[in-house]
């Protein structure tokens, strides 16, 4: 069901002071940087293993990870986990009554499709569930 | 230099809770659950990709896990990044002013090494760094 971690995602209020830690300090490399409007980030991408990091900026303080970041502080966000089937994981996590911030899978980057797990449901671990869009 | 990411650790008050949201509704396999004295905690192992989970329940409220799950509450903890070669990773973030909680590795389960760089000189992260002891 769950096939790997494909990121952790970690916050920053400066991409280039956090990415100059995971970069220049620990040698990663950074695969590209994006910025993602409908999530009001810019996000860097390192890889590592079967893995990425995702360092992201909030792009103002009243979008969600810009909120996180005043309430938190810098540091980790998510775990998001590589899935086969989201809509039937989706269907299991009701049947269990895991509250789930998105109910349905949403559309994202390439055709991917992810949905987001509440905490309070997770034992307060933020976890993105992610389907890689089957080849054309 | 880096590998890929061992395992990420999330501390959690009541380990059966934990483990039955990653094994039951996620369906991951719990592959180990160990004491671990020297750190005050009990471990759940869940492997995932190439890499794993690692649910920490502390033994007491005293120990580190304990006083960090008591002031930030349950969720996320530490990454771990496995290494090839720790010493040259930890000489070259004293060069840098990078500040580690251990400036030398220390050697726990198996024969593996291990250092912590301290959450200040990361953005915000507990990373663990972890070299595999090389095969007798």
Known sequence: MIKKIDHIAIVAP????????????LGLPITRIADVPEEEVTVAFLPIGDSNLEILQPT??????GRYLQKRGPGMHHICLEVEDIDAVLTKLQAANVPLINSEARVGHGGTRYAFIHPKGTGGVLI?????AAAA
């Open 128 to 132: 993105e569930l992610y389907e890689v």
């Open 14 to 25: 400066d991409l280039d002071e956090a990415t100059g830690f995971w970069a220049e300090a």
């Open 60 to 65: 103002n303080d009243s979008s969600g990870v």
